[in-house]
């Protein structure tokens, strides 16, 4: 059974920064993508950051130049930095993986930047 659990999140100043991480167990993951997502209230949840198995990384453009992801396959761990945080950064930020066609997603974190 997959399962992802993400840790890091809270509250922040804005410009402050923050790092997430999702450590994952159940399966080898070091082959897959990995993915962020986030979800503010009232809106739909939106891609942050992907890095692939091959550790190419992809930004959404409202996060480029501030956040990292970055992972650690020996600790089936995937990481984002968070630099530079805005208020429109506040947002529930889950982890996901998908694995022959099924998608597994985190409990999420909750980040809030607000002075």
């Known amino acids: 059974q997959v399962q992802l659990v993400e840790s890091g999140g809270g509250l922040v100043q804005p410009g402050g920064s923050l790092r997430l991480s999702c450590a994952a167990s159940?399966?080898?993951?070091?082959?897959?993508?990995m993915n962020w997502y986030r979800q503010a209230p009232g809106k739909q949840r939106e891609s942050v950051a992907r890095i692939t198995g091959g550790s190419r990384t992809i930004y959404a453009d409202s996060v480029k130049g501030r956040f990292t992801i970055s992972r650690d396959n020996a600790k089936n761990t995937v990481y984002l930095q968070m630099n530079n945080l805005k208020p429109e950064d506040t947002a529930v930020y889950y982890c996901n993986i998908m694995i022959k066609g099924r998608d597994y997603w985190g409990q999420g974190t909750q980040v809030t930047v607000s002075l």
């Open positions: 159940g399966s080898s993951f070091s082959i897959y993508g």
